[in-house]
Structures are given as C-alpha cells and as structure tokens.
C-alpha cells in the first residue's frame, strides 16, 4: 500500500459540505482505502470559478492505499456532486 495525498474542496454550504463529506468517506472505505490523517485548513478563495462558486472549504486527508484504488475512485469521486474538486498526490518515502 502507498500514501497518498487527497486534497478535496467541499462548497461552503455546511449541509453540502457534511453529505459530501460522508459519501466520500464512505466510497473510501468500501475501495480499502485507510486515512491516517485529516486536516482542515478551512474556507479558502478558489483561484478560478469552480461550479459557479468563488469559494471552497478546504480538506487535506493522508490515505493509504493500492495504486489501482486511484482509477475506481476518480469514477467514483465524479459522481459526487458535493465535490467541488480533488487531487491525488503520491508522497514519497
């Protein structure tokens, strides 16, 4: 298993936020993934227009998993409207 770094920007809306939230802990636990960490640097200006919205709460998750995990849950993560965006980032040991 690899580490990994999940960078995800829920809406502000705090319902939205906490449905998004719940789905993808959930689509992470069903694919195997393990989160070793959570940071929350919190509401942030996006650089760009992301779903008509200026602004983002921002969450940073420290996840082990397989490599092949990434593709089932980039399908996955789509799905999610209350996904704003996410990003995977390998972290080399």
Known sequence: MRKYELTVI?????????????????????????IEKTDEP???????????RRRGKYVLFIVKMESSTIAVLD???KLNANLLKYLFVKIEE
Do not use: M, Q, S, T
């Open 42 to 52: 919190g509401d942030r200006d996006l650089a760009y227009e992301i779903k008509k």
């Open 75 to 77: 399908r996955v993560f």
């Open 10 to 34: 829920f809406p502000l809306e705090e319902d939205l936020h906490r449905a998004g939230r719940e789905r993808l802990l959930a689509d992470l636990a069903a694919n195997g993934a393990e």
